[in-house]
């Protein structure tokens, strides 16, 4: 039986919907589909509108903390839909000092399995995790390369991507050196982009 939605958090879906909807074409949708291959709901609305948007409702929903937006960032992921959660993903963006928030990186655990394509894992890495992982202890990058031996894709390019950008960099090396001949090649590639010039060598030899 699926979890019942809290009136509050369905309340707020529907608005979210009621917005979105005028910003989508099928003229974008068409285009996203072929840029972004995915098996998430696409309506066709571009990044800069969602933005916009996102701005709007933070004002209009006076400032919600970032347990509202977790509550409802946990609704959407039951089920993948782009532009909810792309939405969400700059909601949270502009919560003050989220990285403060230890319940954010439990949250971000679950959301990671609801990205079925690069957009979305990209976005929530970029703009919400790697700011929450920026500095962040040894003991937490070690956890997130943990995730690199997911069966997930997208965990594992999540994994790789922000490893490096919160100063994992020389963890993600040793990782990498330790199991390269067991890393998918595009996986390898993206890894080492954000590796030193020196670590790249080692890591042909």
């Known amino acids: 039986m699926a979890k019942r939605i809290p009136a509050k958090v369905k309340a707020r879906l529907d608005e979210l919907d009621a917005r979105i909807a005028p910003l989508c074409n099928e003229a974008d949708r068409a285009g996203l589909m072929r840029f972004v291959p995915s098996s998430a709901i696409i309506l066709g609305a571009k990044v800069p509108k969602l933005r916009q948007l996102a701005k709007e409702l933070w004002l209009e929903w006076e400032k919600p903390p970032v347990e509202e ?4 960032m946990d609704v ?3 089920r993948s839909h782009r532009e909810r959660f792309l939405v969400l993903v700059f909601l949270l963006q502009r919560v003050r000092r989220f990285a403060e928030h230890e319940e954010l990186w439990e949250a971000i655990d679950g959301w990671v399995d609801a990205c079925v394509d690069w957009e979305m894992v990209d976005q929530l890495a970029g703009a919400v995790a790697g700011e929450f992982l920026v500095g962040a202890p040894p003991a937490r990058v070690k956890r997130l390369l943990e995730w690199t031996a997911s069966v997930n894709l997208w965990r ?3 994994a790789l991507r922000e490893a490096c ?3 994992g960099s020389d963890l993600v090396f040793d990782f990498l050196v330790a199991h390269r001949g067991e890393i998918h090649r595009r996986t390898l590639t993206e890894s080492t982009k954000k590796l030193s010039d020196r ?3 080692a890591l042909r030899d």
């Open 76 to 78: 959407v992921c039951r």
């Open 165 to 167: 950008r919160s100063g």
């Open 69 to 72: 937006l977790i509550a409802l």
């Open 199 to 201: 670590q790249k060598v």
């Open 156 to 158: 594992r390019r999540f």
